[in-house]
């Protein structure tokens, strides 16, 4: 199973917000930066949120994220029918590798 | 425009071998780390190997540790992975990617390639 706990599915409907958590350990979320990446199935990931918080230039506003102890979650508002994708919650890990956690599949009704 | 390109993939044979290639581009390559991450059909992302700047430090996951090799050229800017003895379990895509600058993990991602091992 992955290192990093994310729930299997979220959904919402267009112009709703929702989030997706992502639960870890001190050795991971808890002393490293977290990383979020939205995969359409088919394509290769795409970074969403850098450094916990950071947007990459060119990602919406609407994407947010944020981190309190090993704890991490990502927030989507305004929700729009090209936001179903599946998403990624990443760190490295003091034990000398990176972690993900399984992925959400997030659904717009 | 920071472009990475992956090749080398295929069928290959339990016990067989594979050398996976990434050409960078738009980028100055010889100040990045990179890695190797791997997504097995209809599963979650895997990381499987990062490497340093100048190629003297490398570390593994278990599961590949002592089969898999992560290696690059800076003249050529190019990453490898080399595969040795692989089981049907290293099916997967592989993905090369950047560490971003003082980051401690990945920002841009390769198209990905494919990797079956079967009999």
């Known amino acids: 199973q992955s290192v990093l706990t994310q729930p299997p599915s979220a959904s919402g409907t267009p112009g709703q917000r929702v989030t997706i958590s992502c639960s870890g350990s001190s050795s991971n979320i808890g002393s490293n930066y977290v990383y979020w990446y939205q995969q359409v199935p088919g394509t290769a990931p795409k970074l969403l949120i850098y450094?916990?918080?950071q947007r990459p230039s060119g990602v919406p506003d609407r994407f947010s994220g944020s981190k309190s102890g090993a704890s991490a979650s990502l927030a989507i508002s305004g929700l729009r029918s090209e936001d179903e994708a599946d998403y990624y919650c990443?760190?490295?890990?003091?034990?000398?590798?990176?972690?993900f956690g399984a992925g959400t599949r997030l659904t717009v009704l | 425009e920071v472009q990475l390109v992956e090749s080398g993939g295929g069928l290959v044979q339990p016990g067989g071998s594979l050398r996976l290639s990434c050409a960078a581009s738009g980028f100055t390559f010889r100040s990045y780390w990179m890695h190797w991450v791997r997504q097995a059909p209809g599963k979650g992302l895997v990381w499987v190997s990062r490497i340093n700047s100048d190629g003297s430090s490398t570390i593994y996951a278990d599961s590949v540790k002592g089969r898999f090799t992560i290696s690059r050229d800076n003249a050529k800017n190019t990453l490898y992975l080399r595969m040795n003895s692989l089981r049907v379990e290293d099916t997967a895509v592989y993905y090369c990617?950047?560490?971003?600058?003082?980051?401690?993990?990945?920002?841009?991602w390769g198209q990905g390639t494919l990797v079956t091992v079967s009999s």
């Open positions: 990617t950047r560490e971003g600058m003082a980051a401690r993990f990945v920002d841009y």
């Open positions: 450094k916990n918080d």
């Open positions: 990443a760190a490295w890990d003091d034990s000398l590798s990176g972690v």
